[in-house]
Each structure stands twice: as C-alpha cells, then as structure tokens.
C-alpha cells in the first residue's frame, strides 16, 4: 500500500496561517501509523488546535499536503472521528441517539448500527443511562458519550482535542484507560492533543512538542502496554515525563 511509505497519515511540510494573525503552523510534517496513538503537547496558543483541524480536513493548509492512506485530506470524512474538549451533546435526545447522531443524520438507523451503539455505550460502562438525557449525565459520563458517538462510524483515526481537560485526576485516568481499550480493541489511530505531560506519556506510542507552530521530532514512548494505573508512579514513567519537561523547558 503506498501510504505505508509516508505513514497512514501524514503531514507534510505544512503551513498556516490566520488572516489576522500570520503563520502559526510552520512548516509541520508529522505521521501516524495504523493503530497508533501520537500526542501533541505544547504550551496554549502554540497551535495545537490548529493543527488537529488541518489534520481533519477541517482548514485549509497555504501550502504542505495532508493525505490519509494516500488520498489528500480536504474535508472531514466518516473514516475519521472528532471529540472536542466539550461534549457538545444534544440535550434533547437520549444519550444512545447522541451516540447514533453521525449515522442518523445520513439517514435510517439499521439494527446492527444501533446494536454496535449499545456496545459501545456498554464499553464506555454507559448502559444503564442510554435511556437518559445529557443532562442527567456528569462531566465524565457526557465524555464518554462524546468518545462512544465518535467511535459510531469504526474510524481507523481519531482526533481528539483536550477531551480530558476539564474532569478531576481520578475521573480522567479511568476515562483514559476505558479509551485505551476501545482503541485497541478496534486498531484505532489517534492524534490527541492535551497540556497534560503525563497524559500525554500514559497514552501515547509517541509524543510529539509544539512551541510556537514548530514541532520537535517525537519521542517514543516504550512503555508496557496495555496500560495499568500503577505505572504512573513507576521510575520509567517519570523519567519520560522528566524528559519532556525539560525540552519544554528549554524553549
Ligand atoms: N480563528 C482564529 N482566527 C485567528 N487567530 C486564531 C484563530 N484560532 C486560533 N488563533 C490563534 O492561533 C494561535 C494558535 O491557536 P490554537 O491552535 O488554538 O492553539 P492551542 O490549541 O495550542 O492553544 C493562537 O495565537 C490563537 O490566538
Ligand atoms: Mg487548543
């Protein structure tokens, strides 16, 4: 398969810049391979979210090529999946209809589809509040709708921007362990953003650091997988975090 060559998905040599603002992605190649899972970490404003849009298609690059198993990427496609820092659910229907939401937009949900939502519900241990609204739902809960209703169309890439962000430490490291396991379950790629050094080192195959819209070359995260909460207070774990810490440091 060509793509092979340049990664399943890849940057390359990518530039953006707002009107209003000039170049804030300077000259970014970066690639991913099937079933890996690649962080971006930086500082506020260095791009993050930037980038993770012209990855998805959903700006334009001024120059530089993105192609996803060796097609250009100018707009979202079903192949992909998006979570957000917020959920944006839709409070009137019921969390299994948020999750069905991609499908029933597109037309008649099938058996099997909502079957497959139900499974996904029960993955992210949501069963018994399919019936409910948003609302009656916590933080953590509507996350992991928002990751079940990205899954809905088996993506082979997720992208996800800060989708942790807002939730307390526990909450989030058993939102980013039931993650872990429905992407490998399913061989999903993911480029995921956060500010968090060590959610960055707890998920990632490898990290990658934006500073002011240029990327370092990644550093790969050679760490027992699958992953297990203990490992957070492991000596390797906090000298990769160490690591990353001191390159930030040092920009
Ligand atoms: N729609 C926009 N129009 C103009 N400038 C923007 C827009 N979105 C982001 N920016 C600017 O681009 C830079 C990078 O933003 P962003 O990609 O959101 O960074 P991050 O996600 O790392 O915080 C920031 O300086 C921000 O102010
Ligand atoms: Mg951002």
Same mark, same amino acid.
């Given at each position: 398969m060509s793509f092979n060559a340049l990664g399943f998905l890849a940057l390359e040599a990518v530039n953006f810049a707002y009107p209003e603002r000039?170049? &804030? &992605?300077?000259d970014i190649s970066l690639t991913l391979a099937p079933g890996e899972i690649h962080c971006l970490i930086g500082r506020s404003g260095c791009g993050k979210t930037t980038l993770l849009k012209l990855a998805a298609g959903l700006l334009k690059p001024q120059t530089g090529r993105i192609q996803l198993k060796g097609q250009d990427v100018d707009q979202p496609v079903p192949d992909m999946g998006f979570v957000f820092q $917020? !959920? $944006? %659910?839709? *409070?009137? %229907?019921s969390i299994l209809d948020n999750v069905l939401l991609p499908l029933s937009l597109h037309g008649k949900v099938t058996d099997a589809q909502r079957a497959y939502g139900e499974q996904l519900l029960s993955q992210m241990g949501l069963t018994p509040y399919r019936h409910e609204k948003p609302l009656q739902l916590s933080g953590g809960q509507q996350s992991r709708v928002a990751i079940a209703r990205a899954c809905i169309t088996r993506p082979s890439v997720l992208f996800m921007d800060e989708p942790f962000a807002s939730l307390d430490a526990m909450t989030r490291d058993a939102l980013q362990n039931d993650f872990l396991t429905m992407c490998h379950a399913q061989g999903t790629a993911v480029l995921f953003v956060t500010h968090d050094l060590n959610e960055a080192v707890y998920l990632a195959d490898r990290v990658s650091l934006l500073n002011e819209g240029h990327i370092h070359p990644p550093l790969d995260i050679h760490l027992p997988r !699958? /992953?297990? *909460? *203990? %490992? /957070?207070?492991t000596p390797p774990f906090n000298l990769l975090c160490q690591q990353l810490r001191q390159i930030l440091d040092a920009q």
């Open positions: 000039g170049n &804030v &992605v300077k $917020t !959920p $944006t %659910l839709l *409070n009137w %229907l !699958p /992953r297990d *909460n *203990n %490992l /957070r207070f």
